[in-house]
């Protein structure tokens, strides 16, 4: 029996003179700019059935990431349904390209059935997928067995973790098939929440992953899953001793891991993979009991830099809980509640063993280094003995250039850690400096380290508690950047205190000082392209070729900026910009399309007035309902 609503196979009408003399590929275009899946569903269900523009939105929706989730399938089946059953010449569901699947984390749910009915579907008709994202409980060996039909399919993003409901030791799913099925084709794997029992499948199947030599994008995550099954701690511990998978070309690592892991002198979950292909490593740094930060790091200091003469990108993200930087310095903390501030993690080794290599010829590669907090201060005191040490206090950049009297061996301990600094910043094409918050003098002495003929990126955590809260970003700051021919990026780290829940939006009235900061910083460099604040928010120049003299219209914040900001990926966010202080509270306080609202309420009416003369002419014409009913409970 039809569900009531369902969807026929379109069928084929003629266009009346209206529709004909619309530009598609005008509309195309402006599809083109909208980011949010749900702005696409509003125009979808705005648009007759049988309408041609229809296909055009069909095929945007599809170019972005496509959710599949056991939760609410309701409210898009008919658009689904719409992309399995169409049997005109393009197949929609062709164009799919990247899926997301969202299981449940509990076995045995009711919208699991569904939701695997439908991926049974949906795999034999997208036949061009190209990354599938898979969160929850993973795969199923009949799932897997479907997906092997996907040739295309190149990028696997999956949680090994199981449901809640199966034993925390057990794998969630059969890494078997997977070795013989999907691993061979593809290029970027992605391993969520690996547990101890999955790390020694792995292992297992370590010769088969030999022969895995297009597979060159590695990611693993070891923090959620607990692997010490006597501990209470989630995440490997210091007590793992981990071995070589056998992959032969990952040229790409990215590893997130607890402190714990890092902390003693050893290379820890680097002998994962070999070094002398990677050439770029991400190190993500989580506390390994919550906010609970150890502060000395070790690791480098067992990194042999000669091993990495491939090395083109390395990135370290140190994440601390320091919540007065969200408060100026006359505003007193909430009596009611206490504040996290914890300090900055030092990374023994980094700069005098790893990145001083660079002067005796290692590491000859490198010209991207992201970093952030205080992974490149110099810290003020030896290290101190033991895992669960104290952490060091760190030279400034303005004390890390100023002569001490009296104190020669201190003089000549700063004046080689800033010669192993200036040998890396000259050669580097895009630096985000971590050396805490800075101000517009010390940020013009790194930049004095760097070559203003190759440096096109430049991220750091500006100090604005020196400035008043109502001054503009300080124009010494400003010079400094002017002074960068090839600068094209600048990345605010952390936003002005007091705007976490406002410094994305666009509109003046709430925003006035990040515009105003903004616009300063585009005018400072006419080559500046894009400022990020933040974390993922981005603004652009809307004037191209570059203007000296622009007003704040000029400049706009990338759509991307609109989507639920930290709560999934946004490949189209620029990977530069994708770290940066955002407050957990409002993390998700924030809904920018609360704010939107009106606007969308707004195109839902252009289009029905727009779309009135066609529904009338579609529905005479072929009896049939003119177009995908509206939920009246849509979220705006």
Request: proline content about 7%.
């Amino acid at each position: 029996m039809r569900r009531k609503n369902s969807i026929s196979r379109p069928q084929a009408y003629p266009l009346c003179s209206m529709v004909e003399a619309l530009n598609q590929d005008v509309f195309s275009q402006i599809l083109s700019f909208v980011y949010e899946r749900e702005t696409l569903y509003t125009i979808i269900h705005s648009i007759p059935l049988y309408h041609p523009l229809l296909d055009i939105t069909l095929r945007r929706l599809c170019q972005l990431p496509m959710p599949l989730s056991c939760k609410g399938l309701e409210t898009k089946d008919q658009v689904f349904e719409l992309l399995v059953l169409s049997s005109k010449p393009f197949l929609l569901a062709d164009a799919i390209r990247h899926l997301v699947v969202e299981t449940s984390r509990y076995s045995g749910q009711p919208g699991d059935a569904a939701l695997r009915q439908h991926l049974t579907d949906l795999f034999q008709k997208t036949r061009n997928l190209q990354v599938l994202d898979w969160s929850g409980a993973g795969p199923s060996t009949k799932d897997l067995g479907v997906l092997r039909g996907l040739h295309n399919l190149k990028t696997l993003r999956v949680d090994c973790h199981g449901p809640m409901t199966r034993p925390r030791w057990e794998p969630s799913w059969d890494i078997a098939q997977f070795v013989s099925t999907l691993g061979p084709n593809l290029t970027h794997l992605e391993l969520r929440k690996i547990n101890l029992e999955m790390y020694n499948s792995l292992l297992a199947h370590k010769s088969s992953f030999t022969s895995y030599h297009s597979l060159e994008h590695l990611a693993l995550d070891l923090i959620e899953v607990t692997w010490d099954l006597d501990g209470p701690i989630p995440g490997a511990t210091e007590t793992i001793v981990f071995t070589n998978l056998g992959f032969p070309a990952v040229k790409e690592l990215e590893l997130k891991m607890d402190d714990l892991l890092i902390a003693a002198e050893r290379v820890g979950p680097m002998a994962l993979i070999d070094w002398e292909p990677l050439k770029t490593l991400r190190i993500f740094v989580n506390p390994y009991r919550s906010k609970k930060c150890l502060y000395n790091m070790r690791f480098f200091m067992a990194l042999p830099p000669d091993k990495f003469s491939s090395l083109a990108t390395l990135e370290i993200r140190d994440k601390i809980q320091y919540e007065s930087r969200w408060r100026w310095p006359d505003e007193e903390a909430d009596p009611d509640y206490e504040p996290w501030d914890d300090s900055s993690r030092t990374y023994w080794g980094l700069v005098p063993h790893f990145l001083s290599s660079v002067r005796s010829g290692s590491l000859p590669n490198l010209v991207n280094l992201w970093v952030n907090e205080n992974a490149l201060s110099m810290p003020k005191n030896a290290p101190q003995e033991g895992i669960f040490s104290e952490g060091a206090e760190f030279y400034s950049v303005d004390e890390l250039w100023a002569v001490e009297d009296g104190d020669e061996e201190e003089n000549a301990r700063k004046a080689e850690w800033i010669s192993i600094l200036r040998a890396v910043f000259v050669r580097l094409e895009s630096l985000r400096v971590g050396f805490g918050p800075l101000s517009a003098r010390e940020v013009g002495r790194v930049l004095e380290c760097c070559s203003s003929d190759k440096l096109t990126q430049f991220g750091f955590q500006y100090s604005w508690q020196v400035i008043e809260r109502d001054w503009t970003i300080s124009p010494a700051l400003l010079e400094q950047l002017r002074l960068f021919p090839k600068l094209t990026s600048v990345h605010l780290l952390q936003p002005r205190p007091r705007t976490q829940d406002v410094y994305r939006l666009p509109w003046r009235t709430m925003n006035g000082r990040t515009l105003d900061d903004i616009s300063a910083i585009f005018k400072s460099n006419p080559n500046i392209c894009h400022v990020g604040v933040g974390q993922n928010a981005v603004w652009e120049r809307r004037c191209f070729p570059p203007a000296l003299h622009l007003d704040t219209g000029d400049i706009i914040l990338t759509q991307n900026a609109f989507l639920h900001i930290r709560l999934r990926k946004n490949e189209e966010v620029p990977r530069f910009f994708d770290i940066g202080e955002l407050a957990e509270y409002g993390e998700f306080a924030y809904r920018p399309r609360q704010v939107l609202a009106d606007d969308v309420r707004e195109l839902r009416n252009v289009l029905r007035r727009f779309f009135v003369a066609a529904v009338i002419l579609t529905a005479s014409a072929t009896h049939l309902p003119p177009s995908l009913p509206i939920d009246p409970d849509a979220r705006d």
